[in-house]
């Protein structure tokens, strides 16, 4: 049997070099596979191959096939994907070859190529980590495909900014996104942690017979130091920092039974291929999926696993693209300052209107407001009025005027009801504008200040 040692090598993990084997180690998990890796619950020849040019192939001479069809689902003692409604075409790592241990840093790097897979609420996972706990295998981390109709937009922008790198630069379109497993900061999945999945990578449909290139860095941490840095195509679209696993499982050793609590992985094991959820399929019949990966790769740094810098060594990666409100400083996304002015300062009658696609808008709030030393809050006085169908936001209200009359004014509020959806609404426009000052609720609900200035 090989030593951990001699399988710590890049050619161990990719494609290169090597044959589709068919795994026989065990007959639950026979099926398709390669040196390096087992098959998992994909026993169908076409699962999985080794092809080469004029196959799609990223770099070098051959690359990994995916293919997934109708009717396709595997079976193990104890667990059927046929009884859940799942199915995959999929490899797992072998045991000797995990490097990854938790609260250690680490680098993957791997090329993606989607060929037919489409948008129709397949759940479809392109990479995970497990903790290989007995009886349990908690995933870690995901990159995975979310159906769009799960997430709205307003969501991501008023995600907990502790949680979700939303000062990075993405699109409504990215469906592919990171997902946090059981063992994350947030055990919970709700509107402040975005359903827990703190980053959006890019759109499926839009890359379609498109080469991806990602690279992630991680450390798998177990404490508040615990990160994860994604790059795809060269940007930076990921920047978490919190737990991904809170606690570090037992590891009885190799070749060693372990029992229930203990992990069977000597550290984080990685899985890739097409992994898809059917319950939530939009169309009666499953497609033939089919996908391609190549250059997977780890390493202990960037330039060992990012195919970008291998293929081209004077390769630059470019600077990180911020989102709205952030400026990119010594290469990180910070918000961008605002030089606040005391020019409008005063009190002022304000009108909050909700407004709704074919419905005429609705007045909700009447209060006074102050604007001193350009700051804003609502006056604490007896002339404020709140529909009777909404919580009291003015407590919330908060923001700031710079020298131009451009305001940055933010407020926790439901316009439809007390309680449900709370999220911290952004408003912007400018006081010397005729036009009001906007923000959003959701995709269909604005809100709208109007303001009168008092003597």
């Given at each position: 049997m090989l030593s951990f040692d001699s399988y710590a090598s890049e050619s161990n993990y990719s494609s290169e070099g090597k044959k589709t084997l068919y795994d026989q180690k065990d007959s639950n998990y026979s099926g398709p596979t390669m040196s390096g890796y087992n098959n998992y619950l994909s026993p169908w020849k076409y699962a999985f191959e080794i092809v080469e040019k004029p196959h799609l192939v990223r770099y070098g001479s051959t690359s990994e096939r995916y293919e997934l069809r109708e009717g396709d689902c595997g079976n193990v003692s104890g667990f059927s994907d046929c009884e859940e409604n799942l199915a995959r075409s999929?490899?797992?790592?072998?045991?000797?070859?995990?490097?990854?241990?938790?609260?250690?840093d680490i680098w993957y790097g791997w090329s993606f190529y989607n060929e037919t897979i489409p948008t129709i609420g397949l759940y479809n996972i392109i990479g995970q980590w497990k903790n290989g706990v007995k009886n349990q295998n908690d995933d870690i981390l995901q990159i995975r495909q979310t159906p769009q109709d799960s997430f709205n937009p307003i969501m991501w922008e008023n995600c907990d900014s502790t949680f979700c790198s939303n000062h990075l630069e993405t699109k409504d379109s990215y469906d592919v996104t990171v997902n946090l497993g059981h063992g994350g900061r947030y055990k919970y999945k709700g509107n402040a942690n975005n359903w827990n999945m703190p980053c959006r990578l890019w759109s499926m449909e839009e890359n379609k017979g498109k080469w991806v290139d990602i690279v992630i860095n991680t450390n798998f941490g177990s404490n508040d130091d615990g990160y994860v840095n994604i790059w795809i195509d060269g940007e930076k679209r990921c920047e978490y920092q919190g737990v991904?696993?809170?606690?570090v499982p037992r590891?009885?050793?190799?070749?060693?039974?372990a029992i229930s609590g203990e992990s069977e992985y000597p550290g984080p094991s990685h899985k890739r291929g097409i992994f898809i959820n059917k319950n939530r399929m939009t169309k009666k019949t499953l497609p033939t999926l089919i996908a391609y990966y190549d250059e997977?790769?780890?390493?202990?740094?960037?330039?060992?696993?990012?195919?970008?810098?291998i293929e081209d060594p004077n390769y630059q990666p470019p600077k990180d693209k911020c989102a709205k409100g952030f400026i990119n400083k010594n290469n990180r996304c910070t918000l961008d300052?605002?030089?606040?002015s005391n020019k409008y300062d005063g009190q002022y009658t304000?009108?909050?209107?909700r407004s709704y696609p074919d419905r005429n808008d609705?007045?909700?709030i009447n209060a006074t407001i102050e604007i001193k030393d350009g700051l804003v809050q609502a006056s604490d006085d007896s002339n404020r009025w709140i529909h009777r169908k909404i919580d009291d936001p003015l407590g919330s209200f908060t923001g700031m005027v710079d020298s131009k009359g451009n305001v940055y004014w933010s407020m926790v509020i439901n316009p439809w009801e007390k309680g449900g959806f709370l999220p911290n609404v952004t408003f912007s426009g400018n006081l010397n504008d005729d036009g009001s000052i906007t923000g959003k609720y959701d995709e269909g609900t604005g809100l709208r200040i109007e303001l009168q200035k008092k003597d």
């Open positions: 999929e490899i797992v790592l072998d045991t000797l070859l995990i490097q990854a241990r938790y609260n250690q991904l696993q809170d606690y590891f009885p050793g190799h070749n060693q039974t997977f790769r780890v390493g202990k740094s960037r330039k060992e696993v990012d195919i970008r810098m300052t605002v030089e606040i304000m009108y909050l209107y609705k007045n909700i």
